[in-house]
Structures are given as structure tokens and as C-alpha cells.
């Protein structure tokens, strides 16, 4: 189910009509449809994508602060797998 199971029971308990989360699976989505909540899903590609340039950011940051002489790159090609028909 994932961890945002938990999340979802909150939602329902505390009467919340919109429930935010990442990578939201089939079930999670069937189960807020039925019981009347939006989902807003930023995407497994999307949210992991701008997590890295952060994460390489700050790398790079301390790195420098050490005095160490490491390139850190990022691909910046890369494209999502999935493919949306709406």
C-alpha cells in the first residue's frame, strides 16, 4: 500500500477534502475518488527530479567548502518514462 496509507486514513478521519501526496498508485486514487477527495499527485519523475538539482546543489557546496576539487554533474536529458493520454 505505501506509506502514504497512514496519510490517507488522516485525511478521512479529519474530513479533509483534498489530499496531497507523490507517486500516488492506482488504489490510493480509486480509494480518494470514492470517497470524494481530490488528489493532487506531483509525479515520481517530476518531484525526483527537482529533489537532485537541490541535493547536487548542496553537494557541490560542501564540497567546496571542504576544499575538495569533485565535479558533480547531473544529466540534464533525461525525460519521463511515462507518457500521458488525456
Given at each position: 500500500?505505501g506509506?502514504?496509507?497512514?496519510?490517507?486514513?488522516h485525511?478521512?478521519l479529519?474530513k479533509?477534502?483534498?489530499?496531497?501526496?507523490?507517486?500516488?498508485?492506482?488504489?490510493?486514487?480509486?480509494?480518494a475518488e470514492?470517497?470524494g477527495?481530490?488528489?493532487?499527485?506531483?509525479?515520481h519523475?517530476?518531484?525526483e527530479?527537482?529533489?537532485?538539482?537541490?541535493?547536487?546543489k548542496g553537494?557541490?557546496?560542501?564540497?567546496?567548502?571542504?576544499?575538495?576539487?569533485?565535479?558533480?554533474?547531473?544529466y540534464?536529458n533525461?525525460?519521463?518514462?511515462?507518457?500521458y493520454?488525456?
Open positions: 500500500m506509506v502514504g496509507k497512514k496519510h490517507r486514513l485525511v478521512v479529519h479533509r477534502r483534498v489530499f496531497t501526496q507523490l507517486d500516488v498508485g492506482h488504489h490510493a486514487a480509486l480509494e470514492f470517497r477527495l481530490a488528489v493532487i499527485d506531483g509525479g519523475f517530476y518531484t527530479k527537482a529533489a537532485f538539482t537541490l541535493f547536487a553537494l557541490k557546496g560542501l564540497l567546496k567548502k571542504r576544499g575538495w576539487e569533485v565535479e558533480v554533474t547531473g540534464s533525461e525525460q519521463n518514462p511515462l507518457n493520454i488525456f
